[in-house]
Nanobody
């Protein structure tokens, strides 16, 4: 069974940075689309970013473009989300997930337990 374990969340002040990691087990990331979505209380689930298999092509939600960077290490079977210039609107639980593709409207196949990101002064 696919297992995804996120880490790296925490509390930061506005303008701060965090780097999320997601380690995949029991399958190889190489040929899968994988990404991040977030869920904040009272808000709809938002697909934040996704990176396809080979070749790796990242996509981003408009709300995070220019601030977030997704990357992957196939040797470590890990995907990362570097988040810079964080704002309180970024506060949410962030989940790592696999997808069939990084198309708009993509649906998660598998996802992890999530990691909390809180941005406040």
């Amino acid at each position: 069974q696919v297992e995804l374990v996120e880490s790296g969340g925490g509390s930061v002040q506005p303008g701060g940075s965090l780097r999320l990691s997601c380690v995949a087990s029991r399958f190889a990331l190489d040929y899968y689309a994988i990404g991040w979505f977030r869920q904040a209380p009272g808000k709809e689930r938002e697909g934040v970013s996704c990176i396809s298999g080979s070749p790796a092509r990242p996509v981003y939600a408009d709300s995070v473009k220019g601030r977030f960077t997704i990357s992957r290490s196939n040797t470590k079977n890990t995907v990362y989300l570097q988040m810079n210039n964080l704002t309180p609107e970024d506060t949410a639980v962030y989940y790592c997930a696999t997808y069939t593709g990084c198309n708009p409207g993509r649906v998660e196949n598998y996802w992890g337990q999530g990691t909390q990101v809180t941005v406040s002064a």
